[in-house]
């Protein structure tokens, strides 16, 4: 009973954040939602028994994921006006569509059977590591799609280096080298002896 | 619990490729630009190895390993080489074209690479989780090499446009794979095969899942409606990336077809056979008669290509073993006109001319003879002239279609055939008959890319001459 007051609880906060995500005015309020709904479907993870997956979900998509997330939305100069010109224009179009794939997805749903049986949740002893369990299969069982989610990680960290990492000659950047090897008396002053007098008329000395 | 190691023999050469790229990643950083060159030997050096692992290890032909994830049958086999030697093509052609431009890098061949692995890791997979993980390598090898030449704004849009498309389309494939695996509890293809063939009735959410599983395939091999990305990457991207999209991917994501809808998927056969000739006709109607009107031949090649898909889609939807193989024939030929027509482009285009446009091919025939007979041979066989490749490759697939009773399906496709083989004789009159622009200078490329266009494009003629050994192989190889 409890638990099924905290999943009701849970499921209206994440459905409403996730309407808040794609609803929001500002990019950055967005992101904050996005947050809230990575949150409460770790608690509803919980609620499964899967508080690995939970924690994991929350200290790499909150806390990694979602700051990196929220630095760049707020690093880019969005300007709200101009993304939503052409939105009263578009919104019948959209509408339309939109109903008419409601009503087809509803017609097919309520006129049959959804032939799914949703089970209640297995529930494990109180000993019942979730941790455990995944380890014990993802280096056995499942050893050869972690490999490859690390190629795919490789094949991202590549096409990052190589999509930013270029030198551009009109950039300024330091050379912490040729800093550090600086002397006085090499390069770093020059003494330029100059014949002393008048500059004549405006020209430069 | 227990834990036994599993075989690797069936995957040595997806872990040959894995080793080689994180190889010739670390060799690439060392190497002046005066030595890349050593990349791109080293690469077809990998390229030929593998395909030399992979008949070997072909003996241990339907070996399940890596708890049953990952499978090694003669059909994948053959996918593999056919793989191979596209890519290997792409490297040939692309060296010169990035030389010219200061765009030869390292990255394109280690993106190119592990693109590879995930083409085979998609054409060895037999289960959801790794079927989506090699979609995902190969995708995101190619949204990067799309997005390559940083320089060319047409190149970022459509690396960000196949991206945020290609991304919604993993979604909707992964969103798929959920539904079904809520409705049958399994991810393994064969178990879910058995399950579909044992289920008393269809249940909607199982049709549901293969909606969203046909939608997202055919985003990834450009079925029309699906098809909006194809144009714009083919324009934007460099030739050679082009080259590499519009290849070797097809066979891959055909492959996909064969074992998600084919081997996993095939209780539901009357039902996606429905899905699959809407989208046929709609890809052969969109693809001919859209092409007609391009102006740019990357562009025009593109919607060729969405034609081509209608056909392929064609000989699956027929859902007997003779439309397999005449589909899967469909998509080797294909991908090796393919190559051959995109490496013509290459050969003509210099710095700071892309000879993409269609007037660029004015005169051809007075610039080179040669490889303007070329190109009349890829444009013969695209539009399915005999005695080219493209020819058997129609017959094939209407022949399948006839057979299983579908004869107005086939007069469909007859029609369209006829359509867009306006827009291959237009090429082909622009470069025979039409005279070349002033200050067009004669057509100048390395001796290694010559032989291997020359070869690569009398294969067609040689293939249309003697359809029979592909053929056959196909023949063997499928046996659903």
Partial sequence: ?205 | MTFTLPAFTPAIPEMFVLGMGCFILLVDVFLSDRHRVVTHWLSLATIAATAWLTVTVAENAGLLTFSDMFINDSMGNVFKLFTYLTVALTFLYARDYFNDRNLFKGEFYVLGLFGMLGMMVMISAHNFITIYLGLELLSLSLYAMVALDRDSPAASEAAMKYFVLGAIASGILLYGMSLLYGATGTLDITRLGVHIAEAPDINIGVMFALGFIIVGLCFKLGAVPFHMWLPDVYEGANTPVTLYVGSAPKIAAFALFMRLLVEGLGGLRAEWRTMLIVLSILSMAIGSIVAIVQTNLKRLLAYSTISHVGYILMGILVGTTAGYQAAMFYVITYVIMAAAAFGIIILLARKGFESDRLEDFKGLNDRSPWFAAMMLIVMFGMAGVPPFVGFFGKLYVLRAVIDAGMIWLAVVGVIFAIISAFYYLKVVKLMYFDRAPEGMKPVEASLDMRWVLSGNSLAILLLGVLPGPLMALCARVITF
């Fill in chain 1, 1 to 205: 009973m409890v638990q099924a007051v905290i999943f009701i609880v849970l499921a209206a906060i994440l459905i409403g954040s996730a309407l808040g995500v794609i609803s929001a005015r500002n990019p950055v309020h967005s992101a904050l939602f996005l947050v809230l709904a990575f949150v409460t479907s770790a608690g509803l993870w919980i609620l499964l028994e899967a508080e690995f997956l939970a924690l994991v979900l929350v200290l790499v998509y909150v806390g990694a994921v979602m700051v990196l997330f929220l630095f760049v939305v707020m690093m880019l100069d969005i300007d709200t006006t101009t993304m939503r010109q052409g939105f009263v224009r578009y919104a019948p179009l959209g509408v339309v569509v939109a109903a008419v794939v409601v009503v087809e997805i509803g017609y097919v749903v309520w006129t049959r059977k959804l032939g799914v049986t949703f089970g209640t949740p297995v529930t494990h002893a109180a000993k019942y590591s979730n941790t455990r369990a995944l380890g014990d299969v993802i280096y056995t069982t499942y050893a050869y799609p972690f490999e490859l989610a690390a190629v795919i990680l490789l094949v991202g960290i590549v096409a990052a280096i190589a999509l930013t990492l270029r030198r551009r000659p009109g950039t300024r950047s330091q050379n912490p080298a040729k800093q550090v090897r600086v002397s006085a008396k090499h390069g770093r002053i020059r003494l330029v002896k100059m014949p002393s007098g008048r500059s004549r008329g405006g020209e430069a000395p």
